[in-house]
């Protein structure tokens, strides 16, 4: 008999447990659920995946019935990787929160974390949107379990996943959470690699103010390498320099690290310069000067101004001709003749000898 028919016999003897007779009043769920774990493991080494799965299904249902809190879970864990096998993913987050649950109905939740991990690092990398609320569920029962390095592994994959999907106001506060972990089991190292992070995540949300608030608060937590980088790329965007942006940005130590962060820091918008200087030249749409007019200045002559002004050719024609004309013509002295000098001074003489 090959393991196929084996397995149908196992599926007929579960069938043949759930009936009711005269004499038997109630479903044999424990049997019937006995019997389906046996012919999906018979049609799983008979290479029928299908039949597999929904073998272990029913007898998920059957361990239910029966209040098996914890071998229905288990037999979903195991629905899981057979999807995974039959290759169609959406199923998978909905079955790994039905497990967790019945985890967390048995009692035990760190089981319910693992499920939920095992299948958001299915879906990490095909599927990363898929993936967050599992590993946000999973930090969430672990930190009520009061599990905070635990709590911080699921909290960095959530962080990653948010940068990777650039939600990066979501991506700050799950580094502050992280940190929060960090800091409770006192691994300041891990500190200050998130203080670099948040920095940089700040700098992608365009807040300048709260990327060197957070250098402030745990920079000390830092490493010297990773100070004189987060001073000289603060300090660059500070002073809008882009090309010591880029020297910072480019350092050994952000470009080793997670592939996510990496990737951010490539991504990073440079400081550009907000207030350039204008080049020299006419303004445009420049009102015209004011000229005034002197008070001892010819008629003719302000009347040329004007012309000017107001770009009147004949007017400047005409005063012009008024202006030669007026040179031309004599004009009346009223400088002494040399006669009338010598009179004077005769009449001083005599005026003398008097």
């Known amino acids: 008999m090959s393991k196929i028919e084996e397995g149908n016999a196992h599926i007929r003897a579960a069938e043949k447990s759930l009936k009711t007779t005269l004499l038997k009043w109630k479903p044999d769920y424990e049997v019937a659920a006995d019997s389906y774990n046996q012919a999906a493991t018979c049609f799983r080494i008979g290479k029928s995946l299908k039949q597999c799965k929904d073998a272990l299904l029913k007898c998920a249902d059957c361990y239910k019935e029966n209040r098996s809190w914890f071998h229905a879970a288990k037999s979903l864990e195991q629905v899981i990787l057979i999807t995974r096998d039959l ?17 967390q109905q048995h009692g035990s939740q760190e089981s319910g974390a693992n499920v939920l991990d095992k299948a958001g690092k299915m879906l990490e990398t095909s599927d990363p949107e898929a993936a967050l609320p599992l590993f946000q569920r ?4 672990v930190m009520g379990e009061d599990s905070p390095r635990q709590a911080a592994e699921y909290l960095s ?15 700050a506060n799950a580094i502050r959470r992280e940190i929060g972990m960090h800091q409770r089991i006192e691994h300041m190292p891990s500190v200050g690699r998130l203080a670099v992070v948040l920095v940089l995540v700040q700098l992608a949300r365009g807040d300048q103010v709260a990327a060197e608030k957070a250098f402030r608060e745990w920079g000390n937590c830092c490493d010297d390498p990773e100070i004189q980088t987060l001073e000289m790329l603060l300090q660059a965007y500070d002073n809008e320099d882009a090309n010591a942006a880029r020297a910072a ?30 080049p020299a030249g006419v303004i445009a749409n420049a009102a015209p000067p004011y000229v005034s007019p002197k008070i001892d200045q010819p008629s003719s002559s302000i009347e040329t101004v004007e012309a000017e002004v107001n770009n009147d050719t004949e ?33 001083d003489y005599e005026d003398g000898l008097c």
Do not use: W
């Open 315 to 347: 007017t400047i024609e005409k005063a012009m001709t008024s202006t030669t004309l007026d040179d031309q013509s004599p004009s009346p002295s009223t400088t002494p003749t040399q006669d009338e000098k010598i009179n004077n001074e005769d009449e």
């Open 157 to 171: 994959r959530v962080a990653r996943i948010l940068v990777k999907l650039k939600k990066f106001d979501e991506a």
């Open 249 to 278: 940005l480019n350092s050994p130590f952000i470009k080793h690290m997670d592939v996510e962060y990496a990737k951010l820091a490539r991504d990073l918008p440079l400081p550009q310069q907000e207030y350039a200087v204008p």
């Open 138 to 141: 999973a930090a969430e029962i």
């Open 87 to 103: 290759g169609d993913l959406s199923e998978i987050p909905a079955l790994a929160h039905r497990s967790c649950s019945l985890y």
